[in-house]
């Protein structure tokens, strides 16, 4: 049989506001890179196929699912991923904060994807209908709460990001 | 880890031809939201890759001084919604890449990778063909530019050569000047899903808006690549606009198409809902360009 040959490359990048350097297996996915390395296991590994969102991250400020993304592509980018969200004590963002509100998670395996599409949604600084934020979270799978307290939670999150009062549900 | 025997990575065109020509059995991978989940389904196990992600040069559009809009090959599909290029000149274009996957798939896939793949269920590619896309390819001896009707082998199979990438995808002005399309995507789902029909269709009408000049529809999985329905386009030249004419569009296309059974939707089906998306895209197409009905 031939024998593979190991191929490694130093990647440079932000990871959370600090700048790291690693060299990986080329063969490793962002989310491989990720957890075993960085130990940033809010980076969930579930389909690994870009279908469940449960492995996004930020990439220059853009959601990505890490599980269909080389390791090697992370040279240069700005990422972040859940852990980023906390204060420097370990405090909740107002998006994580309004997720336990809204009974937004209950298994939680969903959760860190989610709440990341929902910072490049609040990040856009847009306000958007319903409908519209339906779809801009279309890429998450949730088999626990049915979508609709994520639905708020976002929702809300939005409003007070706007400093506009949370319309009344009809 | 992905089961790859190699990574080969190009910063630039120039890196990413002489790749091509070392490598020739290496797999070209743009955003890899693809090539990526084939190597975990094992059936591209132990490829080598080229990737071509990192080749900033060719993202973003532009219009080029003859008036050729250009869209760089690894442009995202949510650039290009966001785009005020497309969103002007082409925004059926825009809207129809909006039904891709879902957000985060729009971020990393390509409107390159798109049409390389050579599958007729691609979002891009239908709007690419109604509107008489240019596919411009960069090799050894340069670039030679290809209509997207010639590009299209057969399923899976497209016209790039050896030592090749694709590195744009042209509109010419004669396409979009004047001319306002839209898109229906037939699917299950609303997201995370492939298109059973694409239906693209554009119209360009008289000064009075009252006659259509041209129409042009092309679909996707109407058969193995997607196509034109010319006979529907002809029926519809030099005539009244009316919901009449919609109609007998609509019904014209079902000389050109030539669906297939499987297990995402029958032939007789994909028929149906053929004629129906063409009638009511061609209904919104001439809204879009002032026609009154």
């Known amino acids: 049989m031939e024998k593979h040959v190991m191929q490694y490359k130093t990647v440079h990048f932000t990871l959370n506001g600090k700048e790291v350097e690693r060299?990986?297996?080329?063969?490793?996915?962002?989310?491989?890179?990720?957890?075993?390395?960085?130990?940033?296991?809010?980076?969930?590994?579930?389909?690994?196929?870009?279908?469940?969102?449960?492995?996004?991250?930020l990439i220059d400020g853009e959601a990505f699912n890490s599980c269909i993304y080389l390791a090697v592509w992370a040279e240069g980018k700005t990422i972040r991923t859940l852990e980023g969200l906390l204060g420097p004590n370990g405090e909740l963002s107002d998006i994580q904060q309004a997720f336990v509100d809204e009974a937004a998670i209950?298994?939680?395996?969903?959760?860190?994807?989610?709440?990341?599409?929902?910072?490049?949604?609040?990040?856009?600084?847009?306000?958007?209908?319903?409908?519209?934020?339906?779809k801009l979270l279309s890429g998450h799978l949730c088999r626990c709460t049915g979508y609709e307290n994520i639905l708020r939670a976002v929702k809300k999150t939005m409003y007070r990001r706007l400093g506009k009062p949370l319309p009344e549900e009809n | 880890m992905y089961d790859m025997k190699a990574l080969y990575e190009a910063g630039s065109v120039e890196e990413a031809v002489s790749l091509r020509m070392e490598h020739p059995e290496a797999q070209i991978i743009a955003g890899g939201s693809d090539v990526l989940v084939q190597m975990r389904e094992g059936k591209r196990a132990g490829a080598e890759l080229i990737s071509i992600y990192d080749i900033d040069a060719l993202r973003g559009v532009c219009m080029e001084e003859d008036g050729t809009l250009r869209i760089g090959s690894l442009t995202s599909f949510s650039h290009i919604t966001r785009d005020t290029l497309i969103q002007r000149y082409i925004n059926v274009l825009g809207q129809a890449v909006d039904q891709v996957g879902g957000p985060q798939i729009r971020n990393i896939g390509t409107i390159g990778g798109n049409t390389c793949n050579g599958v007729t269920s691609a979002d891009s590619a239908s709007t690419l063909f109604a509107w008489d896309a240019v596919i411009e390819l960069t090799g050894q001896s340069g670039t030679r530019r290809v209509p997207i009707q010639e590009f299209y082998i057969r399923a899976g199979k497209v016209d790039i050569r050896e030592g090749e990438i694709q590195t744009g995808i042209l509109i010419p002005r004669e396409s979009y000047e004047n001319t306002y399309g839209h898109y229906i995507k037939y699917a299950m789902r609303n997201a995370m899903d492939i298109a059973t029909l694409g239906t693209s269709v554009n119209v360009r009408l008289s000064a009075d808006k009252k006659t259509v000049e041209r129409?042009?529809?092309?679909?996707?999985?109407?058969?193995?690549?997607?196509?034109?329905?010319?006979?529907?386009?002809?029926?519809?030249a030099g005539q009244l606009v009316s919901e009449e004419l919609a109609e007998r569009f609509a019904q014209a296309v079902k000389e050109d198409i030539n669906p297939r059974d499987s297990w995402r939707a029958s032939r007789d089906f994909r028929l149906h809902i053929a004629v129906e998306s063409a009638k009511r895209a061609f209904l919104e197409s001439v809204e879009l360009a002032g026609g009154a009905l």
């Not at chain 1, 939680?108 to 339906?134: H, N, Q």
């Open chain 1, 23 to 57: 060299a990986v297996d080329v063969r490793a996915s962002l989310t491989d890179m990720l957890r075993n390395d960085f130990r940033m296991t809010s980076v969930k590994k579930g389909c690994e196929v870009g279908e469940c969102g449960a492995c996004n991250v």
């Open chain 1, 106 to 134: 209950q298994c939680g395996f969903c959760s860190p994807g989610f709440m990341l599409t929902a910072v490049e949604i609040l990040e856009s600084g847009k306000e958007y209908t319903d409908d519209e934020l339906r």
């Open chain 2, 215 to 236: 129409a042009r529809v092309a679909f996707g999985v109407a058969g193995p690549i997607p196509l034109r329905a010319v006979t529907a386009e002809q029926t519809t």
